[in-house]
Every structure is written in C-alpha cells, then in structure tokens.
C-alpha cells in the first residue's frame, strides 16, 4: 500500500462548519433557525440574473457558445475589477486572477511558498488557513493542551486589545490577516493597515489579505483594500469574493490579486515573480470560472447591479443591527456587526462557546458558531451571523432573549 500525506494526520477532528452542519443534522427539533455558517438567503440582483440568462442564451448558438476560457478570467470582467474595485491603486487587470472561490484560493496560495516558510495566523482565524498549512507540512505537532499547532505563530485577538493583533515577537514570513475579520466582525483603519504594510516590508514577510466582506464596509478610514496602502503591492496578495458581496456562495466566483512587485526568493538567492508563479499554477490546475457566471460577476459592475448590491448588503446589516441590540438588551456583550455580517459575543457566565452552542440549539433551536472553533482565543466567544432572514434574525433574537441564561 501507498503511504499517505502524514501531514491530514494533525488535522483536528473534521472541518469546523461540517461538524456544525452535522450536529445540527443530529438534533431533533423543528425549524432550527441557522446563524452558524455564513450562507446567504438573499436572491442574486436582478442585474446578475438577467446577466446569466443572457449568457445562457448566448451558449444556445455556435456563435454564441464559450467553451474554454482564459484560466485568469476573462478581460472583460478583469478589467470591470480593476476599473471598479482598484480604481485609485496601482492595480491592473493582469494582476487579478478570477477563480471558484476565495476559500479555494487562501487554501491554495500555500503552494507558491517554501515548506519551511514560518506562518502566523490572528487567533480565532477562518480555520482554512490554519488546516491547509498542517496539510502543507508547516504547522508542527498539536500541542492539545495549548490547543495549537507548535510551529504556527498565533496572533491573539480579544476584547482586551480590540480584536486587533499585535505584531509578530519572532519572525514570520507568511501573515494571514482577514478584514473585514471573519469570525469577529472587527476591522482595521488604514493607520492600523499601515504597520501591518510597514512590518512586512521590513521584515520580507508577505501579507496574504482576506478582503472577502470587503462590501460590508460602511464607515470612513477603513480600507477596503490593502493596497489603499502605498508599497502594498510589494508585500500582500488580495483575496476577493462575489460570494458574500452579491450572493454567490452557490453561484461561485471570487478573485485573486497578485501584484507584479510581488517577489520571493529561491534558494540561489534568485528573485523569483509571485505572481507568474500563481498564473503558471491557474493555467496547469485551474480552467478558468464558467462564461455564464462570469457574465454574472461582471453585472455586479454595472450601475443597476451596483445599487441592488447595496440594498442586499443593507439588508444584512440590518439584521446584524437586530442581532446586536437584542444582545445588548439582555446584557450579552458583543462586538462586530457595523462592518460586518458577523456579530462576535462573549458567552454570558464565562460559559464555554460548545456548551452555548449546545444550550442554543437544544432550549432556542438557534444553530451558531461557536469561537472556540475559530482558535483558542476564541474559546468562551460565540459567532452569529446576518445572512438569514430579517423575519429569522427577529425569531432567533426572541428565542435567545427568551432563554434563561
Ligand atoms: C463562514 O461562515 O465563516 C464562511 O461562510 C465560510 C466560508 O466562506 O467558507
């Protein structure tokens, strides 16, 4: 018999939101209201359906049809981003690479950088970055009594300093940082981007910047990129998604931003191009995003679009407002919710974030996230999010006020 990659053997038990989907599949009661995984239940704008019905019609002729397409994504949608999304940064369009996912891309940038590359992660973190990297050999033992990985740097992030981490103390090369943050629905201002930016020139270390809930954005000073930050374009890769910002987590399509002045090195000391490395792996394991939906990603940039996106978005955090100033009816601290779907709240009593998830769903039929899932520093935190429903959100916010806590 073959010998396996030993590395899936460190990984904790299975993958956090399909362990949540399965005890919710194991729980007995009705109508469980779902706040757990960010899913959304808003329907495509309008602009975007009737992009994708058009484009089905285009494939019904031979000269219509598309088969194959550029692996990076088609110009047209590329450039849509860069003139969009990129308007005042030094982006261009052969910097972006269109994909299936975000998920997908943080999970397979790892490949482009050396095994023994020493990566950092904030703490709780989206698990994707952490688990890819134990598959990928770079995260040591599982220390079960620190409940982590002895070769990942932790970044913590808690109340007591914001949810905003400090920077490394030991040398890292590889930093993950997500923002709009997923799981605490905290941001940065550009001042706070900055040191980040600062840090990883100074250090040759590269940023690798989850921009996912990037639409969620609704106060002033806080970037929506990282490369708002003069000379980021040297040190960070950008992950995009359509998923969250027009409701495409079933539709599938996101991006990819990898600057030209992104370098590494190789072992001769020989500079080596981030980004001809990532297109070489697109164009060798990737055959670029179907037509029909990239036909649909592109009408997210049409004016329509734009403001049917808004709406959708406003909606969202008109729930997150709900969920928050329900919490704060009934004395449960929280945080996140202004920018952002995720509202992050410290269990009441100090009770543990399994134990809230379980009274949650066994006494409120609420499903949840619990923080501890998310990274130690996540234990005693719970994460609900604002993609359901309003009339849902209303429901599941009576349910929670009404438990005995
Ligand atoms: C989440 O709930 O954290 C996200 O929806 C998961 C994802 O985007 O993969």
Same mark, same amino acid.
């Given at each position: 018999m073959i010998l396996v990659n030993?590395?899936?053997?460190?990984?904790?038990?299975?993958y956090l939101f399909s362990e949540i989907g399965k005890r919710i599949a194991a729980?007995? *009661? =009705?109508?469980v209201i779902k706040l757990g995984i960010g899913d959304v239940t808003r329907p495509l704008p309008p602009a975007v359906i009737d992009a994708m019905h058009s484009a089905v019609d285009d494939m019904s002729s031979a000269q219509g049809l598309h088969g194959y397409g550029p692996e990076q994504g088609y110009a047209w949608l590329r450039e849509a981003i860069a003139d969009n999304d990129y308007a005042n940064m030094s982006i261009g369009a052969d910097e972006i690479f269109v994909s299936d996912g975000a998920k997908c891309d943080t999970g397979n940038i790892g490949e482009l950088f050396s095994g023994t590359c020493k990566v950092a992660v904030q703490d709780?973190?989206?698990p994707v970055y952490v688990d890819t990297n134990v598959m990928a050999g770079?995260? *040591? =033992?599982?220390d079960s009594d620190a409940k982590a990985y002895t070769d990942i740097t932790y970044l913590p992030c808690t109340a007591e300093n914001n949810f905003k981490p400090a920077l490394p103390s030991t040398p890292v090369d590889l930093i993950y940082l997500c923002y709009p943050n997923n799981p605490t629905g905290t941001v940065l201002t550009k001042d706070e981007l900055k040191t980040w930016v600062n840090y990883a020139k100074k250090n040759g270390a590269i940023i690798l910047f989850d921009a996912a809930y990037e639409a969620f954005i609704r106060e002033d000073?806080?970037?929506?990129?990282?490369?708002?930050?003069?000379?980021?374009d040297e040190v960070a890769i950008e992950f995009r998604s359509f998923s969250k910002t027009a409701g495409f987590t079933g539709t599938r399509c996101a991006y990819t931003v990898v600057p030209k002045a992104l370098y590494g090195v190789d072992s001769s000391g020989a500079k080596q191009s981030i980004r001809d490395m990532w297109n070489r792996r697109h164009c060798t394991k990737f055959n670029g995003v179907p037509y029909i939906t990239q036909k649909g990603a592109l009408a997210c940039y049409s004016e329509q679009g734009k403001e049917q996106i808004k709406e959708t978005i406003d909606y969202y955090l008109n729930n997150a407002k709900i969920i928050t100033s329900g919490l704060k009816k009934i004395g449960i601290e929280c945080f996140g919710g202004v920018n952002s779907p995720y509202v992050w709240l410290k269990t009441p009593d100090g009770m543990g974030s399994w134990e809230f998830f379980d009274k949650l769903l066994n006494e409120a039929n609420v499903a949840g996230t619990p923080g501890a899932g998310f990274g130690?520093?996540?234990?005693?935190y719970f994460r609900l999010t604002a993609f359901n429903t309003e009339e849902n959100t209303i429901k599941a916010v009576e349910r929670l006020s009404a438990l005995t806590l």
């Open positions: 030993e590395n899936y053997q460190r990984l904790q038990g299975s729980h007995k *009661g =009705e109508g709780p973190v989206y770079r995260s *040591g =033992e599982y000073d806080i970037p929506r990129s990282i490369y708002e930050i003069d000379g980021a130690s520093s996540g234990e005693g």
